[in-house]
């Protein structure tokens, strides 16, 4: 294990620190070569074949961020996921061998902020790593300095202060993902949001290579609030729709 004297919260390093990725491969050449370019990145990088390693390097070493494939010996990606999940809320970007929207749609709903299908650039991932993090010290921010007041839209309630959703009254749980992205439609709402202006606003992430990640974490969401709730645009975007005044 690499040494590092950065103190740890167990919900992201202070800023400024060396940010601690655990990558979670059993491909050995994919492995060196993710830890190769994110510790040139200037990360803190520690790996897991496996994953029971995954889960107890995750609760050992309690890393900024995850970079996990689902298909893993002993149980996968998606059980590393879920189990980590419960112990901490950690950023992951998922790795996936097949290009298949169901297994994507089932690792953000287990809390995966965002996936990559294999084969991809090392230049991407390394940036995709950057946009997670930023995104866990924007969200540190806002829970400091919180946004006052509820933002009703018929039977749809966002509570900023406290990162909440209910939907008549109920609550749905949402990832930190869902939820910036259900914001930002919300800032605007029944305007037609492209997807490249989602990517920009929620992902930080300004390559167009990136839309069908936006359209997988749209579909989550409507599953979640109601698919009524979100109007696709074809060839255009997304928008939030609202009741009538």
């Not at 994919?30 to 889960?55: H, K, N, W, Y």
């Not at 494939?69 to 990606?77: A, K, N, S």
Request: net charge negative.
């Amino acid at each position: 294990m690499e040494q590092t004297h950065t103190t740890h919260n167990g919900v992201a390093a202070t800023p400024g620190a060396q940010r601690r990725v655990l990558v979670v491969e059993d491909d050995a050449t994919i492995v060196d070569a993710i830890s190769a370019r994110l510790r040139a990145e200037g990360f803190l990088v520690q790996t897991a074949l496996d994953g029971p390693a995954a889960v107890d390097a995750a609760e050992s070493w309690q890393p900024d961020l995850m970079v996990l494939d689902i298909m893993l010996p002993g149980f996968d990606g998606l059980e590393v996921c879920r189990r980590v999940q419960a112990q901490r809320p950690v950023p992951v970007l998922m790795l996936t061998a097949r290009d298949d929207e169901t297994d994507m749609l089932v690792g953000l709903g287990v809390g995966a902020d965002d996936y990559m299908t294999k084969p991809f650039s090392m230049r991407e991932l390394a940036a995709r790593v950057h946009v997670l993090l930023r995104r866990v010290e924007r969200a540190a921010l806002a829970a400091v300095t919180p946004r006052s007041g509820i933002l009703r839209l018929g039977e749809l309630e966002i509570d900023h202060a406290q990162r909440r959703v209910r939907v008549r009254a109920e609550d749905v749980h949402l990832t930190p993902t869902e939820f910036d992205l259900l914001v930002c439609l919300a800032n605007t709402p029944r305007a037609v949001l492209s997807r490249e202006q989602l990517l920009a606003e929620v992902w930080d992430w300004a390559d167009a290579s990136g839309t069908r990640t936006v359209d997988s974490h749209i579909k989550a969401l409507r599953r979640k609030i109601g698919a009524e709730r979100i109007r696709t645009v074809h060839g255009v975007g997304y928008a939030l729709e609202t009741p009538a005044p």
